[in-house]
């Protein structure tokens, strides 16, 4: 039915003397439109605009196109090929013609002559697949690179501040004096020391070079054996100086005694008599000593130490 409309659309325009050209005037359809109509090669043509094209046409001609309007809803379009499959040149399907544009000028006679604009011709949709895996190949690797050049640079950053940590741990070391003899804490101190919590001023820089020099880099083991002399003492007396801020929590005998900033300079002490329990936000950030007796380094690195007990006995660690 479709066929034998489409063969009537032409004999009706060729036997009223109609052009091409004349329709495209009129009616201002896409001359490949036209011809694929008049041809029957309505799968050519967009579904969206199939009816409205035969209706228009129908119209101008004065066919009525009521079955064919119907029959359209059949015509099924050729299926586009695949955006991500390179399909061989020989089996690519036909490519959809834009229509040129039309201009109408007039010729010496004075009478209308349509003139259609050549068009430029239009990329193959076979490439496009190549490019943009092309593309995606492209950016891929890129940020690959981007991701390695980061981690580098982060690395090296790293290694920079390490080595500059070392150069000034060593400079500080070199320039100390040499350490003097441990003091234990005798009677008439432990008195003055009576409240939980004193503040004292910032011991001179000697005395944390003597420490690091005493301790070289030397970092604190799980458990630490105080020894006999040490158990015979009526009390314990910490005392710790911050390096720079930390947050620290101070309890002794199950008593909270302190939970807060140690801003940087301020040195604390406090005394227990069975345990003392600290913990801190970064073990690198405090000179610690006991009964007058430097300890070694918690870490040698920003890390925190959940768990710190002083007894008679013994001390042991929770990193």
Request: glycine letters at 6%.
């Amino acid at each position: 039915m479709l066929e034998e409309f489409c063969k009537q659309l032409k004999e009706k325009r060729e036997e009223s003397g109609y052009s091409i050209e004349d329709v495209v005037e009129k009616t201002k359809l896409y001359p490949v439109a036209i011809r694929d109509i008049e041809d029957g090669n309505l799968e050519n043509i967009s579904p969206i605009y199939l009816k409205g094209f035969i209706k228009i046409y129908a119209s101008f001609l004065g066919i009525d196109a009521t079955q064919a309007l119907k029959d359209v809803s059949s015509v099924k379009p050729k299926p586009k090929p695949s955006f991500f499959k390179k399909l061989k040149n020989d089996n690519l399907p036909k490519k959809d013609t834009v229509a040129p544009p039309v201009s109408e000028k007039k010729n010496a006679i004075g009478e209308s002559v349509v003139i259609e604009k050549p068009v430029a011709p239009q990329k193959n949709q076979a490439d496009f697949p190549a490019v943009e895996t092309k593309k995606l190949t492209v950016l891929l690797i890129l940020a690959v690179i981007l991701m390695i050049g980061a981690v580098s640079f982060s690395r090296f950053i790293i290694k920079a501040k390490d080595s500059r940590r070392r150069k000034q741990i060593v400079a500080e070391q070199a320039a100390g004096d040499e350490p003097g003899a441990l003091k234990k804490v005798t009677a008439k101190e432990a008195k003055k020391n009576a409240r939980d919590k004193i503040k004292k001023p910032l011991p001179k820089n000697g005395a944390l070079k003597r420490h690091k020099k005493e301790i070289k880099n030397e970092v604190m083991s799980p458990r630490i054996n105080l020894g006999k002399d040490f158990s015979q003492t009526a009390e314990m007396t910490v005392s710790l100086t911050a390096k720079k801020n930390c947050f620290i929590k101070v309890k002794s005998d199950g008593k909270l005694l302190f939970e807060g900033i140690l801003k940087k300079g301020v040195v604390e002490s406090w005394r227990g008599h069975k345990v003392i329990d600290l913990k801190t936000s970064d073990g690198s950030a405090l000179y610690i000593e006991l009964n007058g007796r430097p300890l070694p380094v918690l870490t040698a690195m920003h890390k925190p130490i959940k768990s710190l007990k002083i007894t008679p006995a013994g001390i042991s660690v929770d990193k």
